[in-house]
Structures are given as structure tokens and as C-alpha cells.
């Protein structure tokens, strides 16, 4: 069984909406902060968003227009995209790691990762 399954990408264009799920097992989602990254090619890596312990928290960038949440009967986290960009076309990652709070945004910092699911926002 995957620990993290991305899915709900899509093509998109700018102002649309968008809602990913990240599917985790249960010991990870049990044991782990989850969060959620985006990569575009030939970039790092970069935090988007998460939840733990009943707080938010965002990249600036994204702030007013996407929302985390998660379902814990159905072990999945949700990353919900409003009013989408040209900037925000990237491969979104689930990520499942035990960050202290200074680490929650770096990619080092966790441990499992899905296999990723496109968004691509065109103008």
C-alpha cells in the first residue's frame, strides 16, 4: 500500500478552482504532519501548505486563495485552489514527515512522498 496518493490535477485556466486530495495510509496519516509542495522543473522544491495540530499554515504567495483541510475518516488531506494563476502551474507533492515547527517548510524535513499530480494554469 502507498503511503501518499495525489490525485485532482488538472489543466486549468487563470481564476478557475481546483481541489487536490492526498490520500495517505492510516499509520501515516496518524503519525505524520502531511503537507503539501509544489515543484516546477528546474526549481527546488517549495512549501504550499498544511495542517497540524488544528493550525494553517501557507505560502504567502497562496494566501487568500488556497485552503488545506483534512478528512480523518477518510485518512486525506485537501489542498483547495481558488482563483488560480499562470504562477501556480507546478507538480504538487503530499509529503509526510515529523518537522519540528521551524522545519515545516523545508523539503528535508519530511520523510514520504506521493508521486505527484500536474496543475497547469494557462493565462
Known amino acids: 500500500q502507498e503511503r501518499l496518493v495525489e490525485s485532482g490535477g488538472g489543466f486549468m485556466q487563470t481564476g478557475d478552482s481546483l481541489r487536490l486530495s492526498c490520500a495517505a495510509s492510516?499509520?501515516?496519516?496518524?503519525?505524520?504532519?502531511i503537507a503539501w509542495f509544489r515543484q516546477v522543473p528546474g526549481q527546488e522544491r517549495e512549501f504550499v501548505a498544511t495542517?497540524?495540530?488544528?493550525?494553517?499554515y501557507y505560502l504567502d504567495s497562496v494566501k487568500g486563495r488556497f485552503s488545506v483541510s483534512k478528512d480523518n475518516a477518510k485518512k486525506t488531506v485537501f489542498l483547495q485552489m481558488n482563483n488560480l494563476t499562470p504562477e501556480d502551474t507546478a507538480a504538487y507533492y503530499c509529503?509526510?514527515?515529523?518537522?519540528?515547527?521551524?522545519?515545516?517548510?523545508?523539503?528535508?524535513?519530511?520523510?514520504?512522498w506521493g508521486q505527484g499530480t500536474q496543475v497547469t494554469v494557462s493565462s
Open positions: 509529503g509526510a514527515g515529523r518537522p519540528i515547527l521551524s522545519s515545516l517548510r523545508n523539503p528535508p524535513s519530511y520523510y514520504y
Open positions: 492510516t499509520d501515516t496519516f496518524s503519525s505524520y504532519t
Open positions: 495542517i497540524r495540530q488544528g493550525r494553517t
